[in-house]
């Protein structure tokens, strides 16, 4: 029998399959968003299609069209569905409710004119008889699913009836391969049975295997029929055939070849179209595998099926579009360049422009890929989407090439429109173009590299290009473990894991910076030197490296070396604010320093900044009044770092913000008692110090003294000591506060002479007042002016005016709660003249020994043994003839404290003190017992 008739059908077939089907055209007006939201559902459609599952095919179609209810394409399709699977009624509703959306689109309106029922089948002739029996039909190709597959040829060659060739239904709606075999077998008159003929009944055994969907049988069959006949073309083919349907693709490629040079010499020209669709297939599986090992990780996987498909079919875009697209994800960024050029020079393609691009910009060609980027955007055949896509990716290489300005004006068309949210591009070009204040706050943007998503069904490859999404920072654990060793001075530890944070994330400068300083602090200076060295030679951008070593060089001494690496890194720019300051201040520029601080807060990069690093900044060129406003603004924003309490706290009392001052030392106490600051025991009691003398705004002062009263105290005449006790009262008040540690009191005052030895006057006669003022002008000096004014109270008193002048120094003179002793000394110096007197008198004492607190660390009870010189002179002598005694001795004292609490050191203590002295020189007030009793309160 002779079926070449049908044999021309199925090349037929076979021919019109020679290029794989386009992928489904949504048109322009659908977001890369939606489409990708959409485009699953769709071929889960296509594939519930193919297998004849109708109810699954609706369900996808109408979840797509929910997406995108606006949008025509869908909706036809799913009016398809529903009239293909019996549902003309909802067919045609929907048809309509499209047109009311879009009253001027033809395709409804034909798709609306052509929902009628389907002609009735035409008959066969009444006048043929005897119609042969039909053999099994092939199955279909699913690229091509409307042709028909030959029959076998029987021996003798007989034709049978060429089959009619169906016109094509559209690509989603087609019928699954059985039901299309069964239709195709209506329809074909089967041929006489030659049942004798080598390779005929195989042959018929493989069609009935077709006709059951049984294909790996059919293909066992038509192995046998072609092995049976070798010389018969049918069986050949319907093998090659059932070899493709079967994918095995490679094996149907050889045959269909073999095949080629047998038969094309007798006129059979139909296996090159064989092979091609074998190619194409192979392609399209390996297509498929690619995306599949992509999505489960598998990248070697993903790139070689991808090199597969694109080697197989070299004219399908999409297939390279994934080869180059795996490539630049695996970093090979020259081989993507070469694959992408090489693409192009067979047809101009503008998403494999903008993969070139960005293979250019990740070998550091910033020029060659602006060039390319600026060509794929001008181009006027670019779809909304594409031109939005294409753009970000540009501004994504612009960025990584510290171009923010060429970002900001290839993002600008985009964020005029509205119709892509490109906001977070715009806040990394305004985090670029902003000046950093520190190094460890440098912008480095990573390039991100474009995605090419592809997708496809049926033979459909079809691939997109769209930008990249920041990737997890590989580095990010490991570089926190860096700065938290650091910050915890284990510097060994912080250089290595800094080390291993540079390694994972080279682009990265500021884990290099962090490196290098750990080793620095380590102790490995020249390690870190010769690691400086390297890191110059292998980056452009390496003032920040330069200011760094000029830094250590100046702390080794190498003042040359240092001012030449500082010099060199002020010329190159791009430094951060705190570098530019710290280079500017170590070569004693200090003017300049203020100038480009006053400056750089001047302009609109640091408007309202709350970062940390800006404030101790401004506290390093003496611009407090910034300092805090920065600090006020990072604890706002809950930026400030526990840490950096305290030192808001010192800036606020530099600015004599007592207020400011008092309330951030309550947070360091909250920070330590919640854990987020860590103090030693003798941080936080000296915290507790600077709060109680904040908060102090008065006070009480009572004093007994015998042979001398407490330094500085309200006596009658200093320094006229005699052997008499006499007792003091003062009460003072400091109408601002603290201040800044300079702060000014009112204080009054009475003082008597309770006894006298040799039955000198004592008594209310001896009651003196006085009311005076007093000023510490010295932040951080213990001078203490007075101008006083003596009142008369007692008989035996007298009323003048008294200026004088008071300093005083210690070490160790508050309670310690860290040890059980430490050394203490103490020295006052006073200094005064009475006006109407024209009395002038100095005083001197002087105290050194060791503090011991009587019990553990709560205890509040000192012992103070210690040694003590005294001297004074009184411009009025004694009947004598002296005006000065100096004596030394020894003495010992115990101070009792008391009132403190949650915030407050103890603000009040008792003190009694008794010493021996000898005389030194001057009259006999220098020797003798000294006894005092102080409440200071």
């Known amino acids: 029998m002779n079926f070449a008739p049908r044999i021309l059908a199925l090349a037929v077939m076979l021919a019109s399959t020679g290029a794989p089907a386009q992928t489904l055209d949504l048109g322009p007006d659908i977001s890369p968003l939606k489409r990708f939201q959409v485009y699953p559902h769709i071929d889960k459609a296509f594939e519930a299609m193919a297998r004849g599952d109708g109810t699954r095919a609706i369900a996808e179609l109408e979840h797509a069209h929910r997406l995108v ?124 049975r030659a049942d004798g003929a080598p390779g005929y009944a195989a042959a018929s055994r493989a069609y009935e295997a077709v006709e059951r969907a049984e294909l790996p049988a059919a293909l066992a069959w038509a192995r046998e029929a072609a092995q049976a006949a070798p010389a018969n073309a049918d069986y ?58 992509q999505r489960q990780g598998r990248a070697s996987d993903a790139l070689a099926h991808a090199q597969a498909a694109a080697e197989q079919a070299p004219g399908v875009p999409a297939y390279r579009l994934q080869w180059v697209g795996l490539l630049l994800a695996a970093g090979r960024h020259a081989q993507a360049q070469q694959l992408a050029e090489q693409g192009l020079a067979q047809g101009d393609g503008a998403a494999l422009q903008v993969l070139r691009g960005a293979a250019l910009q990740a070998q550091g060609q910033t020029d060659d890929a602006a060039r390319v980027f600026d060509g794929v955007i001008g181009r006027p055949d670019l779809a909304p989407h594409e031109q939005q896509n294409y753009r970000v990716i540009a501004a994504d290489a612009a960025l990584a090439a510290r171009q923010p300005e060429r970002a900001k004006a290839l993002l600008q068309p985009l964020a005029q429109g509205g119709a892509v949210d490109v906001s977070g591009r715009e806040a990394e070009i305004r985090a670029a173009t902003r000046r950093p204040i520190s190094a460890a706050s440098l912008q480095t ?32 654990a490991v570089a926190q473990e860096a700065f938290r060793a650091y ?129 101790y900044l401004a506290a390093r060129v003496g611009d407090d009044r910034t300092a805090l406003a920065v600090f006020d603004r990072a604890h706002a924003n809950d930026a400030l770092p526990a840490a950096a309490l305290p030192d808001g706290a010192y800036t606020a009392s530099r600015l004599a913000e007592n207020d400011r001052a008092i309330y951030y030392l309550q947070q360091t106490i909250d920070a330590v008692e919640a854990g987020r600051l860590e103090q030693t025991p003798r941080q936080q009691f000296a915290t507790r110090r600077e709060l109680a ?21 309200i006596s009658p005449v200093p320094g006229l000591y005699r052997d008499a006790a006499q007792l003091v009262g003062e009460a003072y008040w400091r109408p601002q506060g603290y201040r800044d540690g300079s702060f000014w009191e009112i204080y009054g005052g ?69 040890v059980p002793d430490w050394f203490t000394f103490n020295v006052y110096a006073e200094a005064g003249r009475f006006l109407q007197r024209k009395q002038d008198y100095v005083t001197f004492e002087a105290q050194a020994g060791r503090s011991f607190r009587m019990g553990d ?45 949650r915030y407050n050191a103890p603000r009040s203590y008792l003190d009694l003190s008794l010493q021996y002295r000898a005389r030194l020189a001057g009259d006999e007030r220098g020797k003798g017992v000294f006894l005092r009793a102080a409440l200071v309160f």
Not at 537 to 549: F, T
Request: net charge neutral.
């Open 69 to 192: 209810p606006e949008n025509t394409a869908i909706a036809l399709h799913l009016a398809q569905a529903y009239q293909r699977f019996g549902q003309p009624a909802r067919a045609a509703a929907l048809l309509r409710a499209q047109r009311s959306r879009h009253p001027g689109d033809e395709r409804i309106a034909q798709a609306l004119r052509e929902l009628q029922p389907p002609p009735a089948p035409v008959q066969e002739s009444a006048t043929v008889v005897a119609q042969p029996e039909a053999a099994p039909a092939a199955p279909v190709l699913a690229a091509a699913p409307y042709a028909t597959a030959p029959e076998p040829a029987s021996e003798h060659g007989t034709p049978a009836a060429a089959p009619a060739i169906a016109a094509p239904p559209d690509q989603l709606a087609k019928p699954a391969p059985a039901v299309r075999a069964q239709r195709r077998m209506a329809q074909v008159p089967r041929p006489r």
């Open 487 to 615: 910050t915890e001075r284990d510097y060994g530890l912080a250089a290595a894991k800094a080390e291993e944070a540079a390694r994972l994330q080279p682009a990265h400068l500021p884990y290099r910076l962090l490196r290098l300083q750990a080793l620095v602090a380590a102790g490995q200076v020249e390690q870190a030197l010769r690691e400086a060295d390297d890191t110059l030679q292998s980056r452009a951008d390496g003032a920040e490296v330069l200011a760094l070593r000029s830094r250590v060089y100046h702390d080794l001494g190498r003042r040359e070396q240092a001012s030449a690496d500082a010099r060199a890194a002020l010329q190159a720019g791009g430094l951060s604010l705190s570098s530019e300051i710290n280079l500017l201040l170590q070569e004693g520029r200090r003017d300049e320093a203020v100038q480009q601080f006053a400056h750089a807060m001047a302009g609109p990069d640091f408007a309202g900044s709350a970062d940390p690093d800006l404030a």
């Open 857 to 901: 660390a709560d205890s509040r009870l000192v012992l103070f043994p210690h040694a003590v010189v005294g001297v004074d002179y009184n411009s009025a002598r004694t009947a004598a003839g002296y005006n000065g005694a100096a004596g030394a001795g020894v003495g010992i004292a115990l101070r009792r404290w008391f009132r403190e609490d």
């Open 236 to 293: 050949q083919r319907l093998l090659t055939y059932l070899l493709i349907e079967n994918g095995l693709y490679e094996e149907a490629q050889t045959k269909a070849r073999e095949a080629e040079l047998t038969f094309a010499p007798q006129g059979d020209t139909q296996w090159q179209a064989l092979g091609d669709t074998a190619r194409q297939r192979h392609a399209y599986a390996q297509f498929e595998a690619a995306s599949q090992a």
């Open 693 to 713: 003398d904040r908060t102090r705004t008065w006070g009480i002062n009572a004093l007994l003294g015998y042979r001398g009263m407490s330094p500085g105290s």
């Open 445 to 476: 943007f990573s390039l991100r590299l474009p995605v090419v998503n592809c997708f496809g069904s049926a033979q459909a490859p079809g691939c997109e290009v769209w930008p990249g999404q920041d990737a997890p920072d590989p580095a990010r």
């Open 750 to 818: 009475v003082v008597q002479t309770v006894y006298s030895r040799h039955g000198g006057t004592s008594g209310s006669d001896t009651t003196q007042g006085a009311l005076g003022v007093r000023a510490k002008p010295l932040r951080d000096h213990n001078l203490v002016l007075s101008a006083e004014r003596r009142i008369r109270i007692g008989s035996l008193s007298f009323s003048d005016w008294l200026l004088r002048a008071g300093y005083s120094y210690g070490v160790g003179t508050d309670l310690r709660v860290d």
